[in-house]
């Protein structure tokens, strides 16, 4: 069992004798790390707007993460976050420390760590050594400078007991569309992982409609520069710095990290490829420099996709359903760039089995991973909606969306023959800015056996599809238990060693900063039985 010891924090107030700032993050012991950093800054503004975060934890750690940006939305290219590079060579020391409990008076561990100059003064400090099944919490330092308070957490080693655990997972939030309080208020609900399953930012920027708050630049980016003040934007968020500060996350990646439905190389807009995976590139860096990932950027991009085993209770499987891609079906037309609809008699490339979501070696990965699975529960975490949407026709005649799962029924078939040998596989999803659950099948039949089931999160503020659209699919496809457009919010899980819950949860008012969240619907699936049933 992960040990789950709640961190409130409550802006404004005092918690047992602990002040708590205007930030709403708690003010503690004085800092005394093994040595004292200096503030090589010419300013003497916080360096630490965009807060801290952990992530990809393990059994005896995790990655720790900060950015020194005292003007985090400098347009200056050489003196990103307003710190000049020509001024600090390869980067800036400061001090950390990481302690038992909330307060930082049981400190376990000490020392230095580099913010890299290389990635715009980004900290990615890889802990291990550390007691498993724990909760710690960890500070950073820059002269007289100090972070907010932050929670990681070990976990349970692999194939041992462990018979709770709490996710909670969410997509799709677009600054421009609303506030983040769905981020507040999965925060409250304690869990002791989320996964963040896309759409972190948004690089478009709003022409027509009225938005509650303009994105940086009011420009799409397309550089490097461009990105990390995208990025940075975000993570001046309240609600999103106390989301990162409380909770552990694994996080992928969905389109709107680069650019709307691209697919591998191929760009929407039908830019030459050469020219898009600069532009790729760059927005790989900044998302590497905004995230607590372990592994560094490479010549060709990213490797983010990643498993964490919870003692015996859940293996989590984190896919990359972007850079690997095989282009769209038919790609090429001129309103064929991005997603777009085709059929495979028209379009025969889409039933191509040499065309791949994952990319082969990922499939090859994750097959491993399920295969030599000690867990009771398996779990995908990805990006885009699995079960079928489109039209299975008499003649075998097959409609799809070439930006989903649908759009490489091959590769899904590929998946669905692993997932069918797993023990109680689930897969969690977003990108539809929907609630849904589904039935997998191999077959996509009414009277086809269920294999595995599909839990679709709405988006944090992103607008929905027409609730008719949904209604029509639910009426096509028996497959499809449950499709509700017409609520924001995020997805919490519960798994008590046999009986996984899943809660829709709706957040009131998405304009509204101090809004309210509710519990919409919930599922439940039972050990050993495919398919959920609504609690």
Not at 479 to 507: N, P, Q
Request: charged share 20%; aromatic share 8%; glycine share 8%.
């Amino acid at each position: 069992m992960i040990s789950r010891r709640k961190f409130l924090i409550t802006t404004g107030s005092t918690l047992a004798g602990v002040a708590v700032s205007s930030s709403g993050f708690a003010n503690f012991a004085p800092f005394y790390a093994h040595g004292t950093s200096r503030n090589p800054l010419a300013s003497q503004d916080d360096p630490f707007t965009l807060g801290v975060a952990s992530g990809s934890p393990a059994d005896d750690g995790f990655v720790l993460w900060t950015r020194l940006a005292p003007h985090p939305l400098s347009t200056d290219p050489n003196a990103p976050g307003g710190i000049p590079l020509s001024d600090h060579g390869d980067g800036i020391a400061l001090d950390y420390e990481i302690a038992l409990d909330p307060a930082m008076r049981r400190i376990v561990r000490q020392g230095r760590a580099l913010a890299d100059a290389a990635y715009a003064f980004s900290v990615h400090l890889e802990v291990a050594g550390l007691t498993s099944a724990t909760p710690y919490w960890y500070r950073f330092r820059l002269g007289d400078q100090v972070s907010a308070t932050g929670r990681a957490v070990t976990l349970p080693r692999a194939g041992r007991p462990a018979d709770r655990l709490r996710l909670g997972f969410t997509s799709c939030a677009n600054y421009e569309r609303g506030h983040f309080a769905a981020y507040r208020h999965l925060a409250a609900d304690a869990p002791d992982l989320v996964l963040m399953l896309g759409d972190y930012i948004y690089e478009q920027v709003e022409q027509n409609r009225p938005v509650l708050r303009r994105h940086s630049d009011a420009a799409v980016p397309t550089t490097l520069d461009g990105y990390r003040r995208r990025y940075a934007q975000y993570r001046t968020d309240p609600d999103l710095q106390l989301l990162h500060a409380t909770v552990p996350t694994l996080v992928t990646w969905d389109d709107h990290e680069v650019e709307n439905d691209y697919a591998g190389a191929w760009s929407e807009n039908l830019t030459d490829p050469a020219i898009f995976l600069r532009r790729r590139q760059a927005a790989y860096q900044a998302f590497y420099e905004h995230m607590p990932l372990r592994r560094h950027p490479a010549a060709d991009g990213l490797r983010i996709h990643d498993s964490v085993t919870i003692g015996d209770l859940a293996r989590i499987s984190l896919l990359d359903g972007r850079q690997y891609r095989a282009r769209g079906a038919c790609y090429g037309a001129p309103d064929r760039g991005g997603g777009h609809q085709v059929d495979s008699m028209s379009c025969p490339e889409l039933v191509d089995p040499a065309r791949s979501m994952l990319g082969f070696d990922q499939e090859r990965w994750l097959q491993g991973n399920l295969a030599t699975s000690p867990a009771r529960w398996n779990l995908l975490a990805q990006n885009v909606i699995m079960a079928q949407l489109g039209d299975q026709q008499a003649d075998g005649k097959l409609t799809a969306w070439t930006d989903a799962w649908d759009g490489y029924p091959a590769a899904r078939s590929r998946l669905l023959q692993h997932l069918a040998q797993a023990r109680n596989p689930v897969v969690f999803g977003g990108d539809i800015h929907s609630f849904w659950n589904n039935d997998l099948k191999l077959d996509f039949s009414d009277r086809a056996p269920t294999i595995a089931t599909e839990f679709i999160t709405s988006s944090i503020t992103s607008d929905g599809p027409p609730q008719d659209h949904l209604d029509g699919k639910r009426a096509k496809h028996a497959h499809i238990r449950y499709a509700e457009s017409r609520h924001r919010g995020y997805a919490r899980v519960e798994i008590v060693a046999g009986r996984l819950t899943t809660d829709f949860r709706s957040i009131s008012d998405v304009t509204d900063p101090n809004a309210t969240v509710s519990t919409l619907k919930s599922f439940v699936i039972e050990d050993g039985v495919a398919g959920a049933v609504a609690a």
